[in-house]
């Protein structure tokens, strides 16, 4: 069973704090996603990752920077954390990226409750 | 035209009725039509997936029904149960090969 970790379920941070959230995969997926899900919204997507150190700005990058240096691990980092970054973070992982076979399920983690004060 | 609209938001189903949820889209290039489930306090799985080939897929209780004239799909939940409640994604997947979500809709399955 693919198995993807969130480092916490809940946190609390002050505004203008350095926030970082840790997601490891334990499959050997090549794709890595970083998402936000609010009420209404649905799930936008803030980073992703085909391979370690690279990285491709989602739909909503702006406020936030993420680092791959391993290949299973994925963190996104709230530089100066602002209340309207409030939200649930969720981390997903795929096997590939595309093609016509399988391989693009993506896995998610639990989510990360993020509240900024 | 990367939008994937869904509705209704919420849905209300008495035990042993059928659930329809619908998705529409724009992008005539988007190539695969995931639906995801999510149970509270967990991520979202992969319930079942079409492409655009198909006009229908079924696996167990849950069918999707795809209109590719309409650019349309649905979820159809048969004999639903209380263990079907959850909130349910529908998804589209764009050029970049990244998925465009739909904004989910909570379902209530009543006993």
């Known amino acids: 069973d693919v198995k993807v970790t969130q480092s916490s379920r809940y946190l609390v941070k002050r505004t203008g704090e350095k926030v970082f959230l840790e997601c490891v995969q334990d499959m050997d997926h090549e794709n890595m996603f970083w998402y936000r899900q609010d009420p209404g919204l649905g799930l936008r997507l803030i980073y992703f990752?085909?391979?370690?150190?690279?990285?491709e700005k989602g739909d909503i990058p702006e406020g936030y920077s993420v680092s791959r240096e391993k290949k299973e691990r994925f963190s996104l980092i709230l530089e100066s954390a602002s209340t309207n970054q409030t939200s649930m973070y969720l981390c997903a992982s795929s096997l590939l990226s595309g093609g016509g076979g399988g391989g693009q399920e993506q896995y998610f983690g639990p989510g990360t409750r993020l509240t900024v004060t | 035209q990367q939008q994937v609209k869904q509705s209704p938001q919420s849905l209300i189903v008495q035990k042993g009725g059928i659930s329809i949820i619908n998705c529409a889209y724009e992008?005539?290039?988007?190539?695969?039509f995931p639906w995801y489930q999510q149970f509270p306090g967990k991520g979202p799985a992969l319930l079942i997936a079409?492409?655009?080939d198909v006009s229908e897929k079924k696996e167990g209780r849950f069918t999707i029904s795809f209109n590719k004239s309409a650019k349309q799909f649905s979820l159809h939940i048969m004999d639903s149960q209380p263990g079907d409640s959850a909130t349910y994604f529908c998804?589209?997947?764009?050029?970049?090969?990244?998925?465009?979500w739909g904004a989910g809709t909570k379902l209530i399955i009543k006993p």
């Open positions: 998804a589209a997947r764009g050029w970049n090969y990244q998925l465009i």
């Open positions: 990752s085909y391979d370690v150190k690279m990285k």
């Open positions: 992008n005539t290039a988007f190539d695969y």
């Open positions: 079409i492409r655009p």
